[in-house]
């Protein structure tokens, strides 16, 4: 992902457009490495999100709404004290590096007006959100960096701010041709890497974009002077594009997921990436990180509840294993009956002491059949000892097939919350899940619960028909569409053997087209296990027909009278079916 010094470069300059001389109306941290600002400029609301995450370190416009968490952290209180109402004078990029400072002006703790500067360092691991002072001292940062983390530079308040090192690069925008072409070097090294070693800011897909409008290969190396020259030259057309601000705003793709962005056109891929085209750097850069930024989010917020549910799952996994050969060896249990039949039938002829006998096998067409004896026991005690273990295997066979079944419904049910986990969105979706596995004895229960909804929110779709579609997201959420919100009429759906959601059809007393019933086929097998599958098998029928056996944990059910049809999910056609909250 290239969230690179050009692509500071042109949101830099959007922000500049948009905010100099806006005020800070509100400032939120709905995470916590996230500050969401809404500032108002020209009778137009903006909202700014700084994000420090170390996965998807950013800064640009959003429409994204998190919830706020009711008690604001201490950085947010910070920052309303300093900059909320005051009035955004300047945004810079500091050289071509990624970092933007944002000037405001603000009143002090003694009512006088200075400058105070809000700083976004998008450094991978090392990201920051940094609030200093009229002098440059910082008074808050939104992660802090003592000595027992980095030596080379600390970011804690009090110090005055210091710039990350330089690392010997430059800024390619103040260099002429010759200039430029004196960094590079000829040899083995590949000019790209030699682009992004010399100068700031520089992507390895810019780098080898450069590279590759200069010579048509991205991989020319060094020892090739011509090629060298070229590329050098292309530097300094790429640094002019850059100052003209002659952008373009592009997402590359394939048919799974956005791969990467740029504020240039891409070439190098040829046709094996395609292309999104967009009006601004932010418009492009919020799409981009729309669902990777969240997805990852909550992947971060559930791995706690993945660990804990996936540890069980194993454990029910290693059982089955045990039970299954525990059945194995209980099906020879019969030659332990046959074997004190046969020695009770010949016990008139067996000598005391004896270690074994051989014996017509009266159950198998009279063959012999050798019988081992423990020496210190009488015949009799020898043919109960036989009986005994015959016993022991069937209690355990009987015993094990009960405890089979109900362990085949916690794996079941186990890996219903897997799924469940792989599709929440919100906050409140793994807040029912943690409260779900609670209930079920798998979390401990906490002195404070968070109050819980009145009813669950499952996902909401209006067919192209008009008609109501709902979707659970997790156990919790399908009990409640199938057993409380869905009536006798409605339509229900479900992936034939594949975890997945409850999915039902609002009929209000109505004949239902085939298209919305190919629709909800079609989020049903997207919101299961077969979500990235093509030609997904779908059960549906009437919600009569559907029923939860007594003692079934969240989310089981069975149901007949069914009809199957296929479906391939269609993402682009859910989104657009689905109704935001």
């Known amino acids: 992902m290239a969230f690179d010094g050009l692509a500071i470069y042109a949101l830099t300059y959007e922000f500049k457009e948009k905010?100099?001389?806006?005020?800070?109306?509100?400032?939120?941290?709905?995470?916590?490495?996230?500050?969401?600002?809404?500032?108002?400029?020209?009778?137009?609301?903006y909202k700014l999100l700084l994000c420090a995450n170390p996965s998807f370190p950013r800064v640009h416009f959003t429409d994204i709404n998190k919830d706020n968490p009711s008690s604001p952290p201490m950085f947010c209180m910070l920052l309303r004290k300093h900059i909320q109402g005051g009035k955004i004078v300047d945004v810079c990029q500091d050289d071509f590096e990624r970092i933007v400072k944002f000037k405001i002006e603000s009143y002090d703790e003694l009512g006088d007006l200075s400058i105070k500067t809000l700083i976004i360092e998008i450094m991978g691991k090392h990201s920051n959100i940094i609030l200093t002072n009229q002098e440059g001292k910082i008074i808050d940062s939104i992660f802090h960096v003592d000595l027992t983390i980095s030596s080379i530079r600390q970011v804690m308040p009090g110090l005055m701010y210091e710039n990350p090192p330089s690392q010997g690069k430059t800024n390619i925008l103040n260099l002429n041709e010759n200039e430029i072409k004196e960094k590079f070097a000829y040899n083995e090294t590949p000019l790209s890497k030699q682009i992004m070693d010399n100068f700031m800011g520089i992507s390895p897909i810019l780098a080898r974009e450069i590279v590759f409008n200069a010579t048509g290969d991205e991989?020319?190396?060094?020892?090739?002077?011509?090629?060298?020259?070229?590329?050098?030259?292309?530097?300094?057309?790429?640094?002019?594009?850059i100052k003209e601000n002659d952008f373009k705003y592009i997402i590359l793709?394939?048919?799974?997921?956005?791969?990467?962005?740029?504020?240039?056109?891409?070439?190098?891929?040829?046709?094996?990436?395609?292309?999104?085209?967009?009006?601004?750097?932010?418009?492009?850069?919020?799409?981009?990180?729309?669902?990777?930024?969240?997805?990852?989010?909550?992947?971060?917020?559930?791995?706690?509840?993945?660990?804990?549910?996936?540890?069980?799952?194993?454990?029910c996994l290693r059982k089955r294993q045990l039970e299954e050969e525990i059945l194995e060896k209980s099906k020879k249990r019969e030659i332990y009956k046959i074997k004190g039949d046969l020695i009770t039938a010949n016990i008139y002829r067996i000598e005391k002491g004896a270690s074994f006998i051989e014996a017509e096998n009266f159950y198998n067409n009279n063959e012999i059949i050798k019988i081992t004896l423990q020496t210190d026991l009488s015949p009799s005690k020898n043919a109960q000892k036989y009986y005994a273990k015959y016993n022991k295997a069937k209690t355990a066979e009987e015993e094990t097939i009960k405890q089979k079944e109900l362990n085949e419904k916690e794996i079941e049910y186990l890996n219903s919350v897997l799924e469940a986990l792989s599709n929440v969105e919100t906050k409140d979706d793994i807040m029912q899940i943690r409260d779900e596995l609670t209930d079920e004895g798998y979390l401990k229960k906490r002195q404070k619960l968070k109050k819980k909804d009145s009813a669950p929110k499952p996902n909401l779709f209006i067919s192209s028909d008009g008609f109501e579609i709902y979707a659970g997201k997790n156990n919790k959420q399908n009990d409640y569409v199938t057993l409380?919100?869905?009536?006798?009429?409605?339509?229900?759906?479900?992936?034939?053997?594949?975890?997945?959601?409850?999915?039902?059809?609002?009929?209000?007393?109505?004949?239902?087209?085939?298209?919305?019933?190919?629709?909800?086929?079609?989020?049903?097998?997207?919101?299961s296990k077969g979500k990235n599958g093509s030609n997904i098998n779908v059960d549906y029928t009437f919600i009569k027909?559907?029923?939860?056996?007594?003692?079934?944990?969240?989310?089981?059910?069975?149901?007949?009278?069914?009809?199957?049809?296929?479906?391939?999910?269609?993402?682009?056609?859910?989104?657009?079916?689905?109704?935001?909250p």
């Open 19 to 45: 905010l100099i001389g806006g005020r800070i109306d509100k400032i939120h941290q709905p995470e916590r490495d996230e500050i969401t600002m809404t500032v108002r400029c020209f009778k137009e609301n």
């Open 253 to 315: 793709f394939d048919d799974e997921k956005y791969r990467e962005f740029c504020m240039i056109d891409i070439s190098q891929y040829g046709n094996s990436l395609k292309k999104e085209y967009f009006d601004s750097a932010n418009e492009c850069v919020n799409q981009f990180y729309l669902k990777k930024a969240n997805r990852e989010s909550i992947k971060q917020k559930t791995s706690d509840l993945t660990k804990i549910v996936s540890t069980n799952l194993e454990r």
């Open 484 to 527: 409380k919100l869905a009536r006798s009429t409605d339509i229900w759906f479900h992936t034939k053997d594949i975890h997945g959601s409850h999915v039902i059809v609002k009929t209000n007393g109505k004949d239902v087209p085939d298209t919305t019933l190919t629709q909800a086929a079609m989020i049903a097998a997207y919101y």
């Open 219 to 241: 991989n020319k190396y060094g020892t090739d002077e011509n090629a060298t020259n070229l590329v050098a030259k292309e530097c300094f057309k790429f640094a002019s594009t």
């Open 545 to 580: 027909n559907v029923r939860k056996p007594s003692g079934a944990k969240p989310g089981m059910v069975i149901y007949d009278n069914n009809k199957t049809c296929v479906v391939t999910p269609d993402e682009n056609l859910i989104e657009k079916l689905k109704k935001m």
